[in-house]
């Protein structure tokens, strides 16, 4: 199940001033069980070639898998009886504009940059001064396209826990999650002559924990007096840890 809590967050939340978004997957199972999902809106075979229904190309490929890991004889049934299992989620995506635009943008069109490069001053109307070619483009040289060049974005997740039960009304689950993300970071300011001179920002973060979770199962029939019908509290304990950098393709973090 997941809930979405945007206001008037309960108290085992902390101090969060945002929202939240709280995600329950099912504990110990006794069966095998997974998914497998491909999504697809279009890829780019070469530099001005695409296939697919558009040329933004959202592309998804994620999958689940869960199940035993041990079991346990049931001395009662005489069944065994999972005491230990697995739950593991993850999925990778690439987009090559992550930001798509009803009108399109505007870009210096390929031979005319690569004669930019080659030719970038011209003798200037004073002795011993330039002037910048760019300065004598005129519209032609430019070109509306519908995604926006050197944006692809590619990014990967994963998460996994374990779950234990240790007693009939106790359990133990170690679990953790991880984020990756990288791709140019698009600057309107340098989008129609530097558009292969975007930074890269790359980002990764990750996070374990441990919990503690122990259930006070009451009388569940209609004829209970109680108050109380399913209690239970977890103590939790996780570590997380964040990484991200804004540098050039080219030079990395080769400062010299």
């Known amino acids: 199940s997941m809930n979405v809590i945007t206001g008037g967050l309960p108290v085992q939340y902390g101090d969060v001033?945002?929202?939240?978004?709280?995600?329950?997957?099912?504990g110990v199972s006794n069966q095998?069980?997974?998914?497998?999902?491909?999504?697809s809106s279009g890829a780019q075979l070469g530099e001005d070639s695409y296939v697919g229904l558009d040329k933004f190309g959202y592309n998804l490929i994620e999958g689940t898998i869960s199940g035993p890991l041990?079991?346990?004889l049931n001395v009662d049934?005489?069944?065994k009886e999972p005491?230990?299992?697995f739950f593991l989620s993850g999925n990778?995506?690439?987009?090559?504009?992550?930001?798509?635009s009803a009108v399109g943008s505007w870009k210096i069109k390929d031979d005319v940059l690569a004669d930019l490069k080659a030719n970038p001053l011209r003798q200037g109307f004073v002795e011993n001064s330039v002037i910048p070619n760019s300065d004598y483009l005129r519209l032609n040289d430019f070109e509306r396209v519908a995604a926006r060049p050197n944006v692809a974005r590619n990014s990967a997740s994963l998460a996994g826990k374990i779950d234990v039960v240790t007693t009939k009304n106790t359990n133990l689950t170690f679990g953790g999650s991880l984020n990756y993300r990288t791709g140019p970071e698009y600057n309107y300011a340098h989008s129609l002559f530097d558009y292969e001179n975007y930074p890269v920002r790359t980002r990764l973060d990750w996070r374990v924990f441990g919990r503690y979770t122990q259930r006070f199962s009451g009388t569940m029939t209609e004829e209970s007096s109680s108050l109380i019908k399913n209690a239970y509290y977890s103590i939790q304990a996780d570590y997380s840890r964040e990484f991200s950098s804004l540098q050039s393709a080219t030079h990395e973090d080769r400062f010299f």
Do not use: C, M, Q
């Open 17 to 26: 001033t945002g929202g939240v978004i709280s995600i329950t997957t099912k």
């Open 32 to 39: 095998y069980a997974g998914g497998f999902e491909v999504l």
């Open 70 to 72: 041990l079991r346990k």
């Open 77 to 79: 049934t005489r069944e």
């Open 83 to 85: 005491i230990v299992g």
């Open 92 to 100: 990778i995506s690439n987009e090559i504009d992550n930001r798509p």
